[in-house]
């Protein structure tokens, strides 16, 4: 069955970091295109970070500078590295498995989403 | 960046009802186009990609259409599961979504 599990959210202090886990089964991430995609509470959808195939990563302006996609193959995970965090990224973070082809994009799986809360 | 733009925020419907929701992008996103569906409390579901693809086992009373920069996702009669939050997104360049159409009864 394709899976995705997201773990390692919780309560942060602004300024903190933390290390999102995003653990795959039913394919591998190593050959898949693979993206973080977050929700406010009460709010929409956040497009925050995607990593490619061949590794070349990708990242919103928002996070820029401060957040880090990255994966190991060998545990077949994805991960994202959040670094001085702020209150504006309060969120539930969703990994999600992209489907690229030459004349669409989108994000076909899901996970269940992690909590990320940024409050002192 | 490609901003877009939802259309209505929010609409009440019956069963049986057809649906349109609108999404209209910034600039041309030459039909990189996806629809995703949300329900409370869970991951969003892709519908529609390619602005007029069905995702498989996605039901035939989802239809998606336009061009350039305005797109319609089309529920062609309204079902109880149906109810839900639904999300454009184009791919075309970065990624981003629409603000989201709630439909509610």
């Known amino acids: 069955e394709v899976q995705l599990v997201e773990t390692g959210g919780g309560l942060i202090q602004p300024g903190g970091s933390l290390r999102l886990s995003c653990a795959a089964s039913?394919?591998?991430?190593?050959?898949?295109?693979m993206s973080w995609v977050r929700q406010g509470p009460g709010k929409g959808l956040e497009w925050v970070s995607a990593?490619?195939?061949?590794?070349?990563?990708y990242y919103a302006d928002s996070v820029k500078g401060r957040f880090t996609i990255s994966r190991d193959i060998s545990k077949n995970t994805l991960y994202l590295q959040m670094n001085s965090l702020r209150a504006e990224d309060t969120a539930l973070y969703y990994c999600?498995?992209?489907?690229?082809?030459?004349?669409?994009?989108?994000?076909?799986?899901w996970g269940q989403g992690t909590m990320v809360t940024v409050s002192s | 960046d490609i901003q877009m733009t939802q259309s209505p925020s929010s609409l009440s419907a019956s069963v049986g009802d057809r649906v349109t929701i609108t999404c209209r992008a910034s600039?041309?996103?030459?039909?990189?186009l996806n629809w995703y569906q949300q329900k409370p409390g869970k991951a969003p579901n892709l519908l529609i990609y390619?602005?007029?693809n069905l995702q498989s086992g996605v039901p035939s009373r989802f239809s998606g259409s336009g061009s350039g920069t305005d797109y319609t996702l089309t529920i062609s009669s309204l079902q109880p599961e149906d109810f839900a939050t639904y999300y454009c997104?184009?791919?075309?360049?970065?990624?981003?979504f629409g603000q989201g159409t709630k439909v509610e009864i």
């Open positions: 039913g394919f591998t991430v190593s050959n898949t295109y």
């Open positions: 990593i490619y195939n061949g590794g070349r990563t």
């Open positions: 390619a602005a007029s």
């Open positions: 999600a498995r992209l489907v690229v082809e030459t004349y669409y994009d989108a994000f076909d799986i």
């Open positions: 997104q184009q791919s075309y360049s970065a990624r981003s």
């Open positions: 600039q041309s996103i030459s039909n990189f």
